[in-house]
T-cell receptor
């Protein structure tokens, strides 16, 4: 069973579109995250939720809106996509002394 | 946030031990030392963590200096599958936001 799963794995879209990435964890953790890895391979945290509540919001444009319908899910909605949003987005959950990362969603904005 | 310093890259031979160093001279008393690694095209993966004492698990060992200002991740017998970027990170708890540096890119020679 996959601990942290993300869909889709790949996402190619046009500038200006709105898209969503879904994340689910079956580990029973309370805390989930979204990270962004850019073309230079730097990983940066975007958001953190604890039990459906936002606890960390780094300097991320308003076009990015996380949604947590329950503590096992943390989805990321992006409005008006821009070229600079092209990156790999990783979801993670925390518990038992470590964080568990999903396989990533590779977003390409054309 | 306390920072860590790691070499940009290291090379090792297959089936030999690898020692990956990390300096964290500004570590606070409550920071745990965590190591994660990222294999090509995958999400980061937890390796090991410790506070003061040396730690061992099935993946690696962590040697922590007595003053806690540095640590070394030890892979006892490197395999080609250990080729990855290794990140040394300081965390107050597993639920803290991870600030990734540039890590050490480890290459393994067959």
């Amino acid at each position: 069973d996959t601990a942290v799963s993300q869909t889709p794995k790949y996402l190619v879209t046009q500038m200006g579109n709105d898209k969503s990435i879904k994340c689910e964890q079956n580990l029973g953790h309370d805390t989930m995250y979204w990270y962004k890895q850019d073309s230079k391979k730097f990983l940066k945290i975007m958001f953190s939720y604890n039990n459906k509540e936002l606890i960390i919001n780094e300097t991320v444009p308003n076009r990015f809106s996380p949604k947590s319908p329950d503590k096992a899910h943390l989805n990321l909605h992006i409005n008006s996509l821009e070229l600079g949003d092209s990156a790999v987005y990783f979801c993670a959950s925390a518990g038992w002394g470590s964080q568990y990362f999903g396989p990533g969603t590779r977003l390409l904005v054309l | 946030d306390a920072k860590t310093t790691q070499p940009n890259s290291m090379e090792s031979n297959e089936e030999e031990p690898v020692h990956l160093p990390c300096n964290h001279s500004t570590i606070s008393g409550t920071d745990y030392i965590h190591w994660y690694r990222q294999l090509p095209s995958q999400g980061p993966e937890y390796v090991i963590h410790g506070l003061t004492s040396n730690v061992n698990n099935r993946m690696a060992s962590l040697a922590i200096a007595e003053d806690r200002k540095s640590s070394t991740l030890i892979l006892h017998r490197a395999t080609l599958r250990d080729a990855a970027v290794y990140y040394c990170i300081l965390l107050y708890s597993s639920a803290s936001k991870i600030i990734f540096g540039s890590g050490t890119r480890l290459s393994i020679r067959p």
